[in-house]
């Protein structure tokens, strides 16, 4: 089946422009993550929702990034008024995993090249 | 704080010969450990995944084992291919809550034809 899809696959953006980034999601997984992989370092976990959810956003680094996955299925991660430091590889992950139940692993879309000159 | 740690940047092996990669954690409650590997420009693949109560688990050419006492993880690949030249990310959780993931920063392995 398809796997998790990401659009753009690359953005660049002036500072101060606000950006918007999809995910779609495995078909079925109600677990949804979002990370932020700067270069030559592993991911960092940003949000989580399980279903529509959003039930852990301890990583969003400012009050510009927001999240949203209003029908439980695609995600939207906004930034507002980026900044350069922003720059970095956003990935998504879907698992089936809930909270409380067994672990089960993340699989991850190709990820988005956000660029802010 | 790097809670998730992987010291070698790098690593050469020959084809044919054993991979291994090594990943340090300090959290003594995570449960749940997974390796991906990661090709340029694609996301993260799952390769394998052991919970806190194995040693080992093993799936093909890929091997993860874990020692809890000295919270050390490592991955060994036999025969390793010239296709697994990759950047390898281990990565933990803990044992309620999300899932969310600790990444470590990742080890570039080459496997020299």
């Known amino acids: 089946g398809a796997g998790v899809s990401q659009s753009p696959r690359y953005k660049v953006a002036k500072r101060g422009q606000d950006v918007a980034l999809r995910c779609d999601p495995i078909?079925?997984?109600?677990?949804l993550f979002w990370y932020q992989q700067a270069l030559g370092q592993g991911p960092e976990f940003l949000t989580y929702f399980q279903n529509e959810a959003q039930l852990d956003k301890s990583g969003l680094p400012s009050d510009r990034f927001f999240a949203e996955r209003p029908e439980g299925s695609v995600s939207t991660l906004k930034i507002q008024r980026t900044q350069q430091e922003d720059s970095a590889v956003y990935l998504c992950?879907?698992?089936?995993?809930?909270?409380?139940?067994?672990?089960?692993?993340?699989?991850f879309g190709p990820g988005t090249r956000l660029t802010v000159t | 704080d790097q809670q998730v740690k992987q010291n070698s940047p790098s690593l050469s092996v020959q084809e044919g010969r054993i991979s291994i990669l090594n990943c340090d954690y300090t959290n003594s409650m995570f449960d749940y450990f997974l390796w991906y590997k990661k090709y340029p420009a694609e996301g993260p693949t799952f390769l394998i995944s052991?919970?806190?109560?194995?040693d080992k688990n093993e799936d093909g050419r890929f091997t993860v084992f874990l020692n809890k006492s000295a919270k050390h993880l490592s991955l060994h690949i036999v025969p390793s291919q010239p296709g697994d030249s990759a950047v390898y990310f281990c990565?933990?959780?803990?044992?309620?809550?999300?899932?969310?993931?600790?990444f470590g920063t990742g080890t570039r392995l080459k496997v020299l034809a």
């Open positions: 992950a879907s698992s089936l995993a809930l909270v409380g139940g067994p672990a089960y692993e993340q699989y």
């Open positions: 052991i919970s806190s109560i194995k």
């Open positions: 990565a933990a959780s803990l044992p309620s809550g999300t899932y969310k993931y600790i």
């Open positions: 078909s079925g997984h109600v677990s």
